[in-house]
């Protein structure tokens, strides 16, 4: 049973435009929240986090939006570049599971020239 | 500069040949923890560290041995590996506070026969 969701194992985007990625999750404990970016053959990079005391947390190009009601967040790219492709993944952690990360399934983003 | 390293990037056993992943970081941080990605499932956390010999399992623990003597390294243990053990691994470390974002190794792939 997956506790956090990425419905969307692929994304294709015109470079310019807004990139969506979505992520749901079920377990209404989950308190914060992060997205992650991985090229091939490397690790995973922090991109941006949020915590539930917020519905919005913004990084140059990159922000994330949290919809505690629709157990729901996303994060918008604007302008998306060619250097954003990559694989993303979005994680939660809540203090009933000692804070460890449980993480989405990951969402193929593909930046089209 | 502040690095987490694997070793090695990629290895192809047999099944029961005990094998050992390294993972060591230099950023001084308490925390760290093993996964394993596989296509669909996104990463599943093996173990963690707290700290200095303080582990614990994580959702997929089964087959997996880990142990912290020291703050730097935390090895990945397989004694008696088999062909479901087939993954990409990594290594990542943090500082305590879990608001810290993770640091990742650049992964291991393991293929067991």
């Known amino acids: 049973d997956q506790q956090v969701k990425q419905n969307s194992p692929s994304l294709s985007v015109q470079e310019g435009r807004i990139s969506i990625l979505n992520c749901d999750y079920t377990n209404s404990m989950f308190d914060y929240f992060l997205w992650y970016k991985k090229y091939p053959a490397e690790g995973p990079t922090f991109l941006i986090s949020?915590?539930?005391i917020k519905d919005k947390n913004e990084d140059g190009r990159f922000t994330v939006f949290l919809n505690k009601s629709a157990k729901h967040l996303s994060l918008h790219i604007v302008p998306s570049q060619p250097g954003d492709s990559a694989v993303y993944f979005c994680a939660a952690s809540a203090r009933e599971s000692n804070y460890q990360l449980i993480w989405g399934a990951g969402t193929k983003l593909i930046i089209k020239p | 500069e502040a690095q987490v390293t694997q070793n090695p990037r990629y290895l192809i056993t047999v099944t029961g040949k005990k094998l050992t992943v390294t993972c060591s970081q230099n950023m001084n941080h308490e925390y760290m923890s093993w996964y394993r990605q596989d296509p669909g499932l996104g990463l599943r956390q093996i173990y963690y560290s707290m700290n200095v010999e303080v582990t614990d399992k994580g959702d997929v623990p089964e087959g997996y041995k880990v142990s912290r003597k020291e703050k730097r390294n935390f090895p990945l243990i397989l004694e008696s590996p088999s062909p479901n053990q087939t993954s990409l691994y990594f290594c990542?470390?943090?500082?305590?506070?879990?608001?810290?974002?993770?640091?990742f190794g650049n992964g291991t792939r393991l293929t067991v026969t």
């Open positions: 949020i915590s539930s």
């Open positions: 990542a470390s943090r500082k305590g506070r879990r608001d810290s974002p993770l640091h």
